[in-house]
T-cell receptor, first 116, second 112 residues
Framework: DTGVSQDPRHKITKRGQNVTFRCDPI?????LYWYRQTLGQGPEFLTY????????KSRLLSDRFSAERPKGSFSTLEIQRTEQGDSAMYLC??????????????FGEGSWLTVV | SQQGEEDPQALSIQEGENATMNCSYK?????LQWYRQNSGRGLVHLIL?????REKHSGRLRVTLDTSKKSSSLLITASRAADTASYFC????????????FGTGTRLKVLA
């Protein structure tokens, strides 16, 4: 079990640049989530996929943010025209749907973004 | 927006003591999960408790769920310095949506 993998782990970028994060979920997991976390706060939901379908997007996900999960495998989160307020840790998680009452979600180590 | 709120926000105890953290939430849920996060790291899953369960154990961890009060507690017995971390609850609700909403976290410090 290789766990959820995120890349890069750290990214420093200048304001206005575009950045892309990649997430490789646990194999056979059909759900994939993106969260954002700032210092001292809990993770905030951004979006999630079931297979390749993006089922929900948070209002936090402005039009500068886009997420994809082609073929229902890895996912990318792209931030265009970065702003200093985008500085945060971006967390990816995955889970396997089993029944109605819920399932464990497993997180990666996160990708730190610093916008200077 | 945060669904859950952990209480206390910060807790400092001596090694060997028990630590209790509470989580309150606002809407009905299907399940609730507890996570640990070491500084600057990802979240590590601890326990999932379903809405029809009242208590679960895993090693030194004990989780209770009271759906009538919309609250859960996490008890860590015989704490160790390595338990120093932030602890979060996450609630899953909705029919098949499983969008997990996290609380604000409890920062636990265990003093050796």
């Amino acid at each position: 079990d290789t766990g959820v993998s995120q890349d890069p782990r750290h990214k420093i970028t200048k304001r206005g640049q575009n950045v892309t994060f990649r997430c490789d979920p646990i194999s056979e997991h059909n759900r994939l989530y993106w969260y954002r976390q700032t210092l001292g706060q809990g993770p905030e939901f951004l979006t999630y996929f079931q297979n390749e379908a993006q089922l929900e997007k948070s209002r936090l996900l402005s039009d500068r943010f886009s997420a994809e999960r082609p073929k229902g495998s890895f996912s990318t989160l792209e931030i265009q025209r970065t702003e200093q307020g985008d500085s945060a840790m971006y967390l990816c998680a995955s889970s396997l749907i089993q029944g109605f009452s819920g399932n464990t979600i497993y997180f990666g180590e996160g990708s730190w973004l610093t916008v200077v | 927006s945060q669904q859950g709120e952990e209480d206390p926000q910060a807790l400092s105890i001596q090694e060997g003591e028990n630590a209790t953290m509470n989580c309150s939430y606002k809407t009905s849920i299907n399940n609730l999960q507890w996570y640990r996060q070491n500084s600057g790291r990802g979240l590590v899953h601890l326990i999932l408790i379903r809405s029809n369960e009242r208590e679960k154990h895993s090693g030194r961890l004990r989780v209770t769920l009271d759906t009538s009060k919309k609250s859960s507690s996490l008890l860590i017995t015989a704490s160790r310095a390595a338990d120093t971390a932030s602890y979060f609850c996450a609630t899953g609700s909705g029919s098949g949506t499983y969008k997990y909403i996290f609380g604000t976290g409890t920062r636990l410090k265990v003093l050796a």
